[in-house]
């Protein structure tokens, strides 16, 4: 079956440091792939995706680039904020006619950004 | 336009009790998708309701039932109750199997 393994956390950093999250990931076919952020007490809200090998997804300065040949999709950031402290979900979702968009989740890495 | 709604917030139950959660998707999306969260955890999938029907589902027992009615809003109820049904409840919505948009969750714990 499919399976997405985040790098191990926590992850903590100063302000203005680079951030690289590790995401690898299993699957038949092409599947699309997400990184979903998690803010204390909220649900996720989607960060960034790409649906196809060497597409690059971003957002607020995060982004991630889908490489096939290494079945990864690494979430990086040049400079991290205090704000940027939260939980990163790596996500995948199936491309086969029945998958029906399901999700399929890292267990997500704890980022937390020093002043 | 209001965003994927869920009620309630919190909620504690007692082993063996039944609950009901529910989840109003985004306005236009006719899809929902159900997740269970534990504390430390990637949500997993539970099950996911199309045209008032369960579509697809994940590893979950028969314990873990759901609905969907006409105007697209949901619910998940589960029976008996154990300690280790203690998460958070994550709904998503979507159009068919497309863009998946999450509610903010309720958290239930079960003592």
């Known amino acids: 079956g499919n399976s997405v393994t985040q790098m191990e956390g926590p992850v903590t950093l100063s302000e203005e440091a680079f951030l690289t999250i590790n995401c690898t990931y299993t699957?038949?076919?092409?599947?699309?792939l997400f990184w979903y952020v998690q803010y204390p007490g909220e649900g996720l809200q989607l960060l960034l995706k790409?649906?196809?090998?060497?597409d690059k997804g971003s957002n607020k300065g995060f982004e991630a680039t889908y490489r096939k040949e290494t079945t990864s999709f690494h979430l990086e950031k040049g400079s991290v904020q205090v704000s940027d402290s939260a939980v990163y979900f790596c996500?995948?979702?199936?491309?086969?006619?029945?998958?029906?968009?399901?999700?399929?989740f890292g267990q997500g890495t704890i980022l937390t950004v020093h002043p | 336009d209001a965003g994927v709604t869920q009620s309630p917030t919190h909620l504690i139950k007692t082993r063996g009790q039944q609950v009901t959660l529910r989840c109003s998707p985004k306005s236009g999306h006719d899809t929902v998708s159900w997740y269970q969260q534990a504390l430390g955890q990637g949500p997993q999938f539970i099950f996911q309701y199309y045209e008032e029907e369960e579509r697809q589902r994940g590893n979950f027992p028969d314990r873990f039932s759901g609905h969907q009615f006409p105007n697209y809003s949901s619910e998940l109820n589960v029976n008996a109750l154990w300690l280790g049904d203690s998460a958070l409840y994550l709904c998503?919505?979507?159009?068919?199997?497309?863009?998946?948009?999450f509610g903010p969750g309720t958290r239930l714990t079960v003592t």
């Open positions: 998503a919505s979507s159009l068919d199997r497309y863009e998946q948009y």
């Open positions: 996500a995948l979702r199936d491309a086969g006619g029945t998958s029906y968009g399901k999700l399929t």
């Open positions: 699957a038949t076919g092409y599947p699309s």
């Open positions: 790409a649906t196809k090998a060497d």
